[in-house]
């Protein structure tokens, strides 16, 4: 399949706005509303420029799956001197059984010393060739807490990591 990514898209909406705007230019419309349209079409030119780094892979800040693969991490440590809040960014591929995980997804979490800490392990584990299993510990209250708090990221989330066993391959 024949994907063209933003530039398809920028050339999509070029092209709408070019028809929409010989449209106006030989309609018999009211100026305000050949006017309004041409508005409309240049804030939507807008939303989906904003609206796009989502889907181009960057972290999302929804819950984490119950089970879990650590496939890599990356911590980013609070900077008093500016003020920024620091981050644990995740990526996982969720775990139905082990033989199947799903594709992987990055996730968002606030940081905190005690996460940073697991992730530290978790990531030393990782380089030693290890894999590790992640599990959410009392997800049940997390949604709890999540649902009135803002989307900035997962707040007081509880993550134990453990070594996946080495899978166990039939003799030929």
């Given at each position: 399949?024949?994907?063209?990514?933003?530039?398809?898209?920028?050339?999509?909406?070029?092209?709408?706005?070019?028809?929409?705007?010989?449209?106006?230019?030989?309609?018999?419309?009211?100026?305000?509303?050949?006017?309004?349209?041409?508005?409309l079409?240049?804030?939507?030119?807008?939303?989906?420029?904003?609206?796009?780094?989502?889907?181009?892979?960057?972290?999302?800040?929804?819950?984490?799956?119950?089970?879990?693969?650590?496939?890599?991490?990356?911590?980013?440590?609070?900077?008093?001197?500016?003020?920024?809040?620091?981050?644990?960014?995740?990526?996982?591929?969720?775990?139905?059984?082990?033989?199947?995980?799903?594709?992987?997804?990055?996730?968002?979490?606030?940081?905190?010393?005690?996460?940073?800490?697991?992730?530290?392990?978790?990531?030393?584990?990782?380089?030693?060739?290890?894999?590790?299993?992640?599990?959410?510990?009392?997800?049940?209250n997390?949604?709890?807490?999540?649902?009135?708090?803002?989307?900035s990221?997962?707040?007081?989330?509880?993550?134990?990591?453990?070594?996946?066993?080495?899978?166990?391959?039939?003799?030929?």
């Amino acid at each position: 399949m024949f994907i063209l990514g933003i530039p398809g898209l920028v050339a999509a909406y070029v092209l709408i706005g070019l028809i929409l705007l010989s449209i106006n230019l030989y309609s018999n419309w009211s100026w305000k509303v050949k006017a309004g349209t041409i508005i409309l079409t240049s804030v939507f030119y807008i939303v989906t420029y904003l609206s796009y780094p989502p889907l181009l892979g960057w972290p999302t800040s929804e819950i984490l799956p119950e089970r879990f693969q650590l496939i890599a991490a990356h911590v980013r440590q609070p900077n008093k001197i500016t003020g920024e809040g620091g981050a644990v960014y995740l990526w996982v591929s969720r775990i139905e059984n082990l033989a199947s995980p799903s594709p992987p997804r990055a996730h968002r979490l606030e940081y905190s010393n005690a996460l940073h800490e697991m992730v530290i392990k978790a990531n030393s584990n990782l380089n030693k060739g290890i894999a590790q299993l992640g599990e959410v510990e009392d997800r049940d209250n997390i949604i709890d807490e999540l649902r009135d708090a803002p989307r900035s990221g997962q707040e007081s989330i509880k993550i134990q990591f453990y070594d996946l066993p080495d899978p166990m391959f039939p003799d030929k």
